[in-house]
């Protein structure tokens, strides 16, 4: 083997122990003793995959801890993230390279929605959400209806709901909320979060109460 390839092969292994920390894939943070693990309740965007990654890449992880809650569905243990005692999420959250998103379970609920609120004023006005489907978005509603049926809720912002800006909580979705509550939305400005899709204008779905704020207590 010439000398300049064995002296390539070291830099390569080199540079692979030192970045033993990484992110992949999304929400998924790979650490060379912890393996793959998915961090649970945020979401990374494409716009901020890149810069999250070089944010991890230049942590101190040599005190590294993980509390997992379950597997995602791949199979990936999921859960919180510590570097130094600090909780992973919370730091992305602050540094604007992720929005708190719940799907179900609530732990560190408090602090990660803390962290948003002081760092990120990023809403998308409801008049641009048509630019964005397929993309995750946090807005600002003021609901004009409420209707509860076949097992689903649709929350409309007009009286013409054909082409208004709607959210909708699925069948699936729906045993998770009050309806009671749902229903006491009708009237007031709230700021929700999720992904824009066409249906009838711009909608955006809706899987735990968490993704939607009461902006009016």
Avoid: C
């Amino acid at each position: 083997m010439k000398p300049s390839i064995v002296i390539f092969l070291i830099v390569l292994i080199v540079a692979r122990v030192g970045n033993a920390a990484q992110l992949k894939e999304n929400r998924v943070f790979y650490d060379s003793k912890l393996g793959h693990i998915a961090l649970m309740n945020i979401i990374i965007t494409p716009e901020q995959y890149h810069l999250a990654q070089q944010y991890i890449k230049h942590r101190d992880t040599d005190l590294i801890s993980f509390k997992r809650i379950q597997n995602d569905r791949y199979g990936n243990p999921e859960g919180y993230v510590f570097l130094n005692d600090q909780l992973l999420q919370a730091m992305l959250i602050e540094e604007k390279l992720a929005y708190h998103y719940v799907m179900t379970d609530t732990n560190y609920t408090d602090q990660l929605i803390a962290a948003e609120l002081t760092h990120h004023d990023d809403y998308i006005e409801p008049e641009k959400l048509v630019l964005h489907e397929g993309k995750f978005v946090r807005t600002k509603l003021k609901i004009y209806d409420v209707a509860v049926k076949r097992h689903q809720a649709f929350l409309n912002t007009s009286p013409n709901w054909k082409d208004d800006v709607s959210v909708a909580v699925g069948p699936f979705a729906l045993s998770r909320f009050d309806v009671q509550w749902l229903q006491n939305l009708k009237g007031k400005h709230i700021a929700v979060r999720g992904w824009v899709r066409d249906y009838n204008g711009p909608l955006i779905d809706v899987h735990h109460p968490s993704h939607m704020l009461i902006l009016d207590e």
